[in-house]
Nanobody, 122 residues
Framework: QVQLVESGGGLVQAGDSLRLSCVCS????????MGWFRQAPGKEREFVGA???????YYTDSVKGRFAISRDNAKITVYLQMHSLKPEDTAVYYC????????????????WGQGTQVTVSS
């Protein structure tokens, strides 16, 4: 059975960097789309970005240029490297896997991690 486990969240200050990890076991990782979503207090779940099986990435405008998604198929792990963090990035970040697009639609993702908290202080 597919299981996703996020880690790496924490409390940082504005301008800092943080890298989240998500280990995805029990599936077909190298053939899957891996997405990152976030849920901020008082806000709807938001698509952050995703990485395609071929390594191409796509990001929402608010994080473009600051966040980078990568994958290590040998480690069945997807990463979210975050730079220049802002208070508005504060949220619970979720890793999810999809077998098909559209990759910015939460409905396409059939397995989700438990989430990891990222808090950015001003």
């Amino acid at each position: 059975q597919v299981q996703l486990v996020e880690s790496g969240g924490g409390l940082v200050q504005a301008g800092d960097s943080l890298r989240l990890s998500c280990v995805c076991s029990g599936g077909t990782f190298s053939n899957d789309y891996m997405g990152w979503f976030r849920q901020a207090p008082g806000k709807e779940r938001e698509f952050v970005g995703a990485i395609f099986p071929n390594g191409n990435t796509y990001y929402t405008d608010s994080v473009k240029g600051r966040f980078a998604i990568s994958r290590d198929n040998a480690k069945i792990t997807v990463y979210l490297q975050m730079h220049s963090l802002k208070p508005e990035d504060t949220a619970v970040y979720y890793c999810a896997r999809a077998r098909y697009g559209p990759i910015n639609s939460a409905a396409q993702y059939d397995y989700w991690g438990q989430g990891t908290q990222v808090t950015v202080s001003s």
